[in-house]
């Protein structure tokens, strides 16, 4: 995605917990979106965060500061099942409202 | 509901052949956007419609590639002729109207995997 940065590849041990960083560059930002795609599967909804804080939902909890252009969810209690791929999607002005996708971060849980 | 259907799940052509996709929303949703997913470049916005209309089209690689919404329950996207370099995953997804629906999460279909021979 346009000026959206995710690292590519992440390790964590089960039961640990890790945390996926997305940064951006935008105007007019809109929203902050967070998705999971298992392998082979659809990318589901994680969370959503417009404006600056945590939001909590179980063991994913999602960061957004605006100022800084930065998010990052955090994962907790990680379980084998947590092994897939994290989207940072990103809803502003300059990309039309539309959703601009990051890359993804593979994330592989060991047990 | 269902979910987003897309059809089919699975394709495997010849490069110079036609290939259409199929895509039917979830049922009252206002938005359908059509994305193409590759090792290479992620996850890309191709086209969405509002209201059945094509609102931004910007995304769409080349004039080889076309989609319409005739009706608000189905989409298509044709690809004409077929090339090796379009061989991706092609996901739909619907989403209610933006200004209605605070979160505008988007539901994506199960994706047709392509592959152009």
């Known amino acids: 995605g346009q000026n959206i940065d995710q690292p590519t590849e992440m390790t964590a041990t089960e039961g640990a917990i890790v945390q996926i960083n997305c940064t951006y560059q935008t105007s007019g930002f809109n929203g902050l979106f967070w998705y999971q795609q298992h392998a082979g599967e659809a990318p589901t909804f994680l969370s959503y965060n417009v404006l600056d804080g945590l939001e909590e939902k179980g063991r994913f909890s999602s960061f957004l500061s605006r100022s800084k252009g930065y998010s990052y969810l955090l994962l907790k209690e990680l379980q084998m099942k947590d092994s897939a791929s994290y989207l940072c999607?990103?809803?502003?002005?300059?990309?039309?409202?539309?959703?601009?996708f990051g890359p993804g971060t593979r994330l592989s849980v060991l047990p | 509901d269902a979910g987003v259907i897309q059809s089919p799940r699975h394709e495997v052509t010849e490069m110079g052949q036609e290939v259409t996709l199929r895509c039917k929303p979830i049922?009252?949703?206002?938005?359908l956007f059509w994305y193409r997913q590759t090792m290479m470049r992620g996850l890309e916005l191709l086209i969405y419609?509002?209201?059945?209309?094509?609102?931004?089209d910007s995304g769409m690689p080349e004039d080889r590639f076309s989609a319409k919404m005739p009706n608000a329950s189905f989409s298509t996207l044709k690809i004409q002729p077929s090339e090796p370099r379009d061989s991706a995953v092609y996901f739909c997804?619907?989403?209610?109207?933006?200004?209605?629906?605070?979160?505008?999460?988007?539901?994506f279909g199960p994706g047709t995997r392509l592959t152009v021979l």
């Open positions: 999607a990103v809803r502003a002005e300059n990309y039309g409202q539309n959703f601009v």
């Open positions: 049922s009252g949703h206002d938005y």
């Open positions: 419609f509002n209201n059945n209309v094509p609102i931004d």
């Open positions: 997804a619907s989403t209610l109207d933006l200004l209605r629906d605070r979160v505008h999460e988007q539901f």
